[in-house]
């Protein structure tokens, strides 16, 4: 398990990183936390040409910003400094939670949101909250800086609409509903997600739900949404039949795969009884807060 | 509730925890292990492994790997049959023909991951680099993964040259006619069981570092083992060297649980290459290779049935199971000790068990921890809980009327164990007080408010623990006895020095004779050092596993330590002109108990002895004992476990709300080493349970979780919280009355749990029939008794 040999490069500035990567013709690759780069490499599934470490961007890339109703994350925050945030505590609750299920401590530590969601796994956490709370990726590359929605960036297991000369900068979140709920269920504890739910909305005064977005993970070769059941709930009063039937109407995005974890037989079982107690816990809490 | 102490204390280190000696080395980072021994101008290995699961080698070309600049040498199967012999195997399959194998492949591999080059270059790296270089030309041959498929008439034959079928052996025993009893019994219960494959995953990969210097003609071979002398042995008789030409030293080890017992390839590969380079060379072996390369486990079928009486009495069991060995022999084979326990503690009479060995293309299967006995415990404890429904008792109540009583031991079972003493009963009421186990039975199964539902499941076991007799290994063809050996040597300081070829790897062994030799001896547990696992210093003994170590090390500890002691009084008498009894050994002096003043101190006594000066006209010089003990016969730890599971009856997820063991190890020699011991085997336990299996695709064949991110070992945070209680009832058979300790955590976890989950969904008729139990697997056994899944109760 060691690596092929390869260039190590460590710039000092995401302009001299990207330069570099352009250098390379996309045979380079960016090393974050290297929780997932790291081990590709010693089973010699990944031989790039370069490895460009950037985890001495930490000034470029490393802040949590608020700014009005923004909220941008530096590709370089560690899942660690995230999850101990006050600012990501009081205006993403539910990226601060979803962060929990990532990992050991271990890995918190060192991996980070920008190589999350450059590695795109079909159960990441952080991709899977950031496609529900329609958050946007801010890359920039050769040919200057490009704003991503997280919606259509992930196509496919591991692949998302990232160019190889290209990197990750951040995360940009907007407003977010008010109300937001996560479920994760592995094999074991905070292994990748067998299921993986998240859920915003914010209740009205007149009992009905608006901006209603779940996403789902480990259900088909990304993270997706569940459009059709989030459509049922739009608008809507949250009774247990209208619940029942999102439950169910999410199946329709769903394309579960099979694998060690689980059979896809048993993940399409699963998602609806969770989801159904996700929204309906959701529904019950007090309306305030 | 305590258990009943049935041994009287003495003051002092026997039976209390002090802490282990293995401990301050260990903690500060001070550990020697393998990987930390760097000889001067070492060079690495790096090894190719076949990647189909059968295939025939067409032809090798290695001409650009030897030409890459850093590489030293290219080994293939042709260099190592002209120039090795065949990996010797310590525990052969009674009854079984011979499979010969060499550490690497000439022609033909059997399994995924088996070693068919090796190369040795500058760097681990450059090694790799260079296997990536050599050009095999495989032709796939046709392969058989599953256990029974491969007994199939249709199965591809794995060695045609040797056997007929994949059948390697079967050895029956029986004693009654159990046939007879089950068609003549009021009710018969029967299922098969599948036990899943498994890796015992020691932290410690295994690993080699190997010196060879011609002019002293001796070969130094570091090994992570948990037998360093028979290592010596195979490695002397593979590569054509007399034994005193071989040294083996292991240091400190990371765990071997079973998996590192005995020879395998890379080891002897790192020892070829190290005589052909006359240069030091070393090998890790990578978790990549670990789940390919080292021995897997558990793997069997069992069709077990029990037949009783309307009334509940147990009056015959059978167990015809099959055990998958992979592709070829390992040092210890697939496991033999389903067979000696698969009664358990119960009073049943007529009984017939049968083992099957099946060969299948995967990687060889060996020892680990428990050797068999989980495996049958699931089978047995799960078909008594069936029992128990279809007559409608109370599986407790069924359980303690068919326990043998500790006025009915010692007890030889049907297949031929002789239980030596204990009170199994008690430990079954143990764990039921400790659940309150009346009290959840009068609040019903539920669903309650959670929605969940709740039900308890019981498990009783017997453990082998040690071996009958070099006589009984010898029946078996067992190239080892039954003994452990031990060399005191006293030193200047007042100290002893303990010298004994079992190797340390997480079992307290030094800590434990230390304790033993200071209790016999007299001197402070701190002034004993010891030293262990190099065959060059350590008397010739057999090794740890088995959960054998302390059973007959005690013997030889004690012994030497008493022939030590023996002549340590007989000198001080003569110095202070006192009778040896009237002399005791107190704070690092020999004293009189009568006149305190008349006193001399170890440090004067051991100088005396080893310059020769100052003794006895008729004693020799010289402080040194060796003893060999050999038990009269193997003990039998027992216990009894409860858990209670909240199961989601929808989705099959559950969760283990208690899980109480309570056991007996005999006389206990440290209580924190062996709660260490019970804690880490239960967590091992735990993993084969409900998360670890070794899934292989039967149509590629190949191993498709070999690695930590698909293979699910547990760790703290998935484990439950774990209750102990203890009894400690000495055992007959051994000195000081103990028991083994190191497997009995592995047994119950898996018959307890499926027992409390179909407790739980007693209602919906459910059946767990296989391990890991998965929350899909539940889900899946409840979707089947909805349907009216068909009972296969006979
Ligand atoms: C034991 C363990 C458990 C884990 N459990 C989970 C889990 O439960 N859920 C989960 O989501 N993940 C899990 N992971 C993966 C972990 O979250 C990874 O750290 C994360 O996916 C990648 O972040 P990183 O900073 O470590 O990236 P790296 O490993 O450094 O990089 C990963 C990939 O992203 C690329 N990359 C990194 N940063 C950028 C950037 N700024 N721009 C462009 N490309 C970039 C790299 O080139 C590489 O291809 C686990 C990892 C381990 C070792």
């Known amino acids: 398990m060691k690596p092929a040999s390869f260039e190590y490069l460590r710039p000092e500035s995401v302009a001299e990183a990207v330069a570099t990567l352009d250098l390379y013709g996309g045979t380079a690759r960016i090393l974050a936390g290297g929780q997932s780069l790291v081990p590709m490499l010693g089973m010699r599934l990944m031989r790039p040409g370069a490895v460009i470490d950037i985890n001495g961007l930490g000034e470029e890339l490393g802040r949590i910003e608020a700014r009005g109703s923004e909220t941008t994350i530096g590709a370089l925050v560690r899942y660690s400094e995230a999850e101990t945030s006050p600012v990501i505590a009081e205006r993403l609750p539910l990226l601060g939670t979803a962060i929990r299920h990532i990992g050991d401590r271990q890995v918190r530590n060192r991996g980070t949101l920008g190589g999350a969601i450059a590695q795109s796994d079909p159960t990441g956490e952080v991709a899977l ?55 994760e269920r592995g094999r074991k504890h905070n292994d990748f997600a067998v299921l993986s739910l998240a859920v915003v909305a914010t209740p009205e005064s007149d009992g009905t739900w608006h901006d209603v977005r779940i996403g789902m993970g480990g259900m088909n070769d990304t993270p997706v949404l569940a459009r059709a059941a989030a459509e049922r709930l739009e608008g809507a009063r949250w009774d247990e039949a209208a619940l029942a039937e999102a439950a169910t109407l999410a199946l329709r995005d769903a394309d579960p795969p099979e694998d060690v974890r689980a059979s896809a037989e048993y993940r399409a079982h699963l998602l609806p009884i969770h989801l159904g107690r996700l929204l309906a816990g959701l529904a019950k809490e007090p309306r305030h807060g | 509730m305590s258990g009943s102490v049935a041994t009287e204390r003495r003051t002092g280190v026997l039976g209390s925890s002090v802490p282990r000696k293995e401990d301050d080395r260990l903690l500060q980072g001070d550990g020697r292990f393998t990987d930390d021994v760097e000889p001067a101008r070492s060079l690495h290995m790096a090894v190719g492994r076949c990647p189909f699961p059968r295939a025939r080698i067409e032809s090798i070309d290695v001409e650009a790997a030897a030409a890459m600049p850093g590489v ?16 010797g195997v310590l525990r052969p399959v009674p009854g079984a023909v011979q499979l010969p194998f060499y550490a690497l492949a000439e022609e033909f591999c059997v399994f995924e991951g088996q070693p068919v080059v090796s190369v040795v270059a500058d760097s681990r790296q450059i090694a790799e680099d260079a296997v990536e270089a050599i050009w095999i030309d495989y032709e796939p041959l046709a392969h058989v993964t599953d256990t029974l498929a491969a007994l199939e008439p249709d199965a591809p034959v794995i060695h045609p ?46 690993a080699v570092v190997a010196e060879w210097r011609p002019g002293a003609r001796e070969l130094t071979a570091h090994v992570a083992t948990q037998v360093p002398h028979l290592v010596r042995m195979q490695l002397a008789e593979s590569l054509r060297l007399d034994e005193g030409e071989v040294r083996v030293i292991t240091g400190d080890v990371g765990g071997g649980f079973g998996l590192k017992l005995g020879l395998y390839p890379e ?35 069992h069709e077990f049935r029990i037949g ?29 000790l389903s067979s000696i326990v698969f009664t358990g503690p119960y009073r049943v009479e007529d009984g017939a068990v049968e083992r099957r060995v099946a060969v299948t293309n995967k990687t060889p299967v060996g020892a680990y921890r428990g050797y068999g006995q989980p495996e049958v415990n699931l089978a047995r404890e799960t078909l008594i809980d069936r029992l128990a429904r279809r007559l409608g008792r109370d599986p407790y109540e069924l359980r303690l009327q068919n326990l043998l009583g500790a006025d009915e031991l010692p007890w030889r079972n049907a297949a031929g164990a002789l239980y030596d003493s204990g009170d199994y009963a008690q430990c079954l009421r143990m764990v039921a007080e400790a659940i309150d186990y ?40 067992s190239r080892y006895g039954a003994h452990e050996s031990v060399t005191l040597r006293a030193n200047r300081s007042g100290g002893i020095d303990l010298y004994t070829g079992v190797s340390t790897f997480g079992q307290s062994n030094e800590t434990a004779f230390a304790q033993i030799c200071a209790e016999v001896h007299g001197i402070d547990f701190d002034a004993i050092r010891v030293h262990a696992g190099d065959t060059g210093a350590t008397p010739l003994n057999t090794g740890a596993f088995a ?42 002096a020999v004293v009189s108990r009568t006149d305190p003043d008349k006193r001399v101190t170890l440090a004067d006594l051991h100088r005396a002895a080893i310059i020769g000066q100052g003794l006895p006209a008729d004693e020799q010089p010289g402080l040194e004992a060796t003893a060999h003990f050999e038990p009269t016969d ?44 019970v804690r880490g085997a239960l967590a091992q336990g735990f993993g084969a349970a409900l998360t670890e299996e070794l899934r292989y695709e039967p149509q590629s064949g190949q191993l498709v979780n070999g690695t930590m991110l698909d293979y699910f070992v547990p760790t703290a945070s998935d484990l439950p919280a774990v209750e102990l209680l203890h009894t400690e009832v000495p055992s007959p058979v051994t000195p000081f009355g103990v028991r083994g300790v190191g497997e009995t955590g592995t047994i119950p976890p898996g018959a307890a749990i499926a027992n409390a989950i179909c407790d739980a969904l007693a209602e919906y008729g459910v059946e767990i029939s296989s391990l890991p139990i998965t929350p899909e697997l539940v889900w899946r056994a409840i979707r089947k008794a909805g349907n009216g899944g068909e009972s296969r109760e006979g």
């Open chain 1, 129 to 183: 909250v950031a496609l529900t709370l329609g958050a946007t990726v801010l890359v920039t590359g050769p040919g200057g800086e490009r704003e991503l929605a997280a919606d259509g960036f992930f196509v496919g297991s591991y692949a998302n609409t990232l160019g190889p000369e290209e990197m990750i900068t951040g995360v940009r979140f907007g407003v977010v509903p008010s109300r937001s709920a996560f479920f």
């Open chain 2, 267 to 301: 080891e002897l590969l790192a020892c070829r290459h190290a005589m052909d380079l006359r240069r030091a060379v070393k090998w890790v072996e990578d978790r990549l290779e670990h789940f390919r390369a080292s021995t897997h486990a558990r793997e069997s079928v």
């Open chain 2, 634 to 677: 193997a003990a039998y730890a027992y216990g009894s476990a409860a858990a209670v599971v909240a199961v989601d009856a929808e989705t099959g997820e559950f969760e283990i709300e208690r899980f109480v063991l309570a056991h007996d190890s005999g006389r206990i020699v440290n209580p924190g080493a062996v709660e260490g011991q």
């Open chain 2, 161 to 206: 040259d040797r056997m007929e079928s994949n059948l390697l052996a079967s050895n029956p025993q029986h004693r009654g006619d159990a046939e007879a009893v089950l068609r003549d019994a009021d009710v018969v219960v029967g299922d098969s069981f599948q036990i899943g494959r498994v890796a015992p995953l020691p932290m410690e990969p295994r």
């Open chain 2, 547 to 588: 959960s054998r170590t302390l059973i007959a090390g005690s013997g030889a500890v004690r012994e030497a330590a008493q022939e030590l002691r023996d002549k340590t009084l007989r000198i001080a008498a003569g110095q202070l002109s006192v009778e040896v009894e009237d002399l005791e050994v107190v704070d690092g």
């Open chain 2, 308 to 336: 009783a009486d309307a009334d509940g009495t147990f009056v015959a069991m059978t167990d015809l199971y099959t055990t998958d060995l992979g592709g070829q022999n390992s040092g210890f084979g697939s496991a033999q």
């Open chain 2, 438 to 477: 009346e009290r959840l039975r009068a609040a019903g199964r539920g669903p309650g408010e959670d929605g969940r539902y709740r039900g308890v499941g019981f498990t009783c076991f017997v453990e082998r623990t040690g071996y009958a007799s070099a006589k009984f290994l010898a029946n078996r063809g």
């Open chain 2, 72 to 87: 030293h040498q290219v080994l293939t199967g042709v260099d190592i049959v002209a120039r090795t012999e065949p990996i």
